[in-house]
Nanobody, 122 residues
Framework: QAQLVESGGGSAQAGSSLRLSCTAS????????IAWFRQSAGASVEFVAS????????YYADGVKGRFTVSKSSAEKTVYLQMNDLRPEDTALYYC???????????????RGQGTQVTVSS
């Protein structure tokens, strides 16, 4: 199964944008889903967004709808998370994960990356 590596995190001001990348070492199956999760200090892991590799159907958490966009590049075997209008509450460790079916549970994953830190200041 594909191994995943995230990049693109960093520090940002509130209202600005960042784009995260999740690159797979192998090609995911068309039925696979690449999901983004995040975990803030002292909080539970939270579903952010996901995309089905084959159909590119997307799913979003309510708190990021309209601000975050998930997309993919088959040629680059990469899933992107474009984050606009960032807020301090978006500060978290973001990681991508491979799933066989759509689920908002961080336990329903085949594997995951190490994560990339996003810090948003007001």
């Amino acid at each position: 199964q594909a191994q995943l590596v995230e990049s693109g995190g960093g520090s940002a001001q509130a209202g600005s944008s960042l784009r995260l990348s999740c690159t797979a070492s192998g090609r995911p199956y068309s039925s696979h889903i690449i999901a983004w999760f995040r975990q803030s200090a002292g909080a539970s892991v939270e579903f952010v967004a996901s995309i089905r590799w084959g159909t590119e159907r997307t799913y979003y958490a309510d708190g990021v709808k309209g601000r975050f966009t998930v997309s993919k590049s088959s040629a680059e075997k990469t899933v992107y998370l474009q984050m606009n209008d960032l807020r301090p509450e978006d500060t978290a460790l973001y990681y991508c994960a491979l799933q066989t079916s759509y689920s908002r549970s961080p336990n329903d994953v085949l594997n995951r990356g190490q994560g990339t830190q996003v810090t948003v200041s007001s």
